[in-house]
């Protein structure tokens, strides 16, 4: 059955905002450690935010204080809320839950993460 399900891209203008939502199955919310991810076609896919179980949560240099990463345990839902958007910040969106090779959350890249959403394209013009 389906893990993850994200939601909330679209177009919009340099300097807007966007929350995108990513519905988890309990057991990929339950895990240690969620995150976004971002991938442009012919580059790898990039780490963006991620949180772990405690709330901690951690951010890469190009998105830190404008990105914020929440969860909503009632609703099992992971949350991107971007805003100041720049054109850069044009990709595809992942949601990631489970890790499934031993890491940190703020050390986790693509590869240690075992299940993926299907994705929402977010672009800024």
């Known amino acids: 059955h389906v893990q993850l399900v994200e939601s909330g891209g679209g177009s919009v203008q340099a300097g807007g905002s966007l929350r995108l939502s990513c519905e988890a199955s309990e057991y990929t919310y339950s895990g240690y450690c969620m995150g976004w991810f971002r991938q442009v076609p012919g580059q790898e896919r990039e780490g963006v935010a991620s949180?772990?179980?405690?709330?901690?949560?951690t951010y890469t240099e190009s998105v830190k204080g404008r990105f914020i990463i929440s969860k909503d345990n009632a609703k099992k839902t992971l949350y991107l809320h971007m805003n100041s958007l720049k054109p850069e910040d044009t990709a595809m969106y992942y949601c990631?839950?489970?890790?499934?090779?031993?890491?940190?959350?703020?050390?986790?890249?693509?590869?240690?993460?075992?299940?993926w959403g299907q994705g929402t394209q977010v672009t800024v013009s």
């Open positions: 990631a839950g489970r890790l499934v090779v031993a890491t940190t959350c703020p050390g986790a890249t693509s590869r240690h993460f075992g299940y």
């Open positions: 949180i772990d179980s405690d709330g901690m949560t």
